[in-house]
């Protein structure tokens, strides 16, 4: 390959160079622009981990959220006031809220969602599957382990899940404690089976959010005309540089390789600095220097067959008698 390259021009050279460099280039803006991707992703998952947990803690920090009964009312509640006249007030608990504000972006179609998930959920709808099960599991295990558990996520080019596990505070524990202590509303309507026993600090779950999302778009958010061409044009002038220098050489060595004797080079090497630094007007320079050096000798050699074919001509005289 090398031997193949040397022999071309130093277009060819150069213009080879710059795939290589294009081709590195490219895979390195690819993976860049994948992770600003998947970074944005993550900023949108976080911000909606952030809001959830926000609205459940502001609701557990109350002991539950109070609606008045209407149309949604499915007898899965905390507990009950009648106001009279067939109306009623009731509360719901944190995670219950969690499912219905999750319910209502699904219906919404909103781009990100979320759910409440776990492998040992006391409502069955919350149960972890498929990535959240596996997930959970990791989790799970990381922290029997004593490491510390972080968030996980994957993604294809259309799809974004968010895994972030949820641990248990005090105000959980009142639901989610001792099942004889937890409230009959909850035992009635969830058993005393599941999602019980735990205590603060343990792992309850996991927020699962999943971000419908379409790539070019995004890239199309990250990339822009004037940032390709920003990209593009310093690769497009040195390549211009490159042939232009490239031509000047090569009509530069044509004139050289026709030099003949008595025919100037082409180039004018007096007008060139003596100080130069530039290689080309060095190269002209040294071949004029090279031409003026086998004229000299050229002319030399001439004047010397002259001078011998001028004595060999000349008459031999006789010698001088006594």
Not at 9 to 20: D, E, R
Not at 63 to 80: S, T
Request: net charge positive; charged share 20%.
């Amino acid at each position: 390959m090398l031997n193949f390259l040397i022999n071309r021009s130093i277009l060819t050279q150069v213009g080879f160079l710059f795939l290589m460099l294009f081709v590195l280039w490219f895979f390195g803006i690819s993976s860049l622009l994948n992770r600003l991707t998947q970074q944005q992703l993550e900023i949108q998952a976080r911000t909606v981990v952030d809001n959830v947990n926000t609205l459940g803690q502001l609701i557990s920090g109350h002991g539950g959220m109070w609606v008045k009964a209407g149309p949604d009312f499915n007898e899965r509640y905390l507990d009950k006031i009648d106001a009279g006249n067939g109306v009623f007030f009731y509360s719901k608990n944190p995670a219950r809220v969690q499912k219905e504000f999750s319910d209502k972006g699904l219906s919404n179609k909103f781009p990100a969602s979320f759910r409440m998930v776990s492998l040992n959920p006391t409502n069955p709808e919350n149960l972890a599957m498929g990535f959240e099960a596996k997930a959970l599991r990791e989790m799970t295990r990381d922290k029997t382990n004593g490491k510390n558990i972080h968030s996980i996520s994957r993604h294809n080019d259309s799809q974004y899940e968010f895994i972030e596990p949820v641990i248990h505070s005090e105000n959980c524990i009142a639901c989610h404690g001792d099942p004889a202590k937890a409230p009959e509303s909850v035992r009635n309507a969830y058993g005393t089976t599941n999602g019980y026993n735990y205590k603060a600090g343990d792992l309850a779950g996991a927020i699962a959010v999943t971000i419908d999302f379409n790539k070019w778009e995004m890239l199309s958010t990250l990339i822009n005309a004037p940032l390709v061409l920003l990209l593009l044009l310093p690769i497009i002038a040195i390549l211009l540089f490159v042939y232009l220098q490239s031509k000047n050489i090569s009509s530069i060595a044509r004139r050289i390789g026709s030099y003949q004797r008595g025919t100037p080079i082409g180039v004018d090497a007096r007008a060139i600095p003596d100080n130069t630094r530039n290689e080309v007007f060095i190269l002209i320079k040294a071949a004029a220097k090279m031409t003026g050096i086998v004229e000299g000798t050229y002319a030399q050699l001439n004047a010397y067959i002259k001078a011998a074919k001028h004595s060999k001509s000349q008459p031999k005289t006789n010698a001088v008698r006594d």
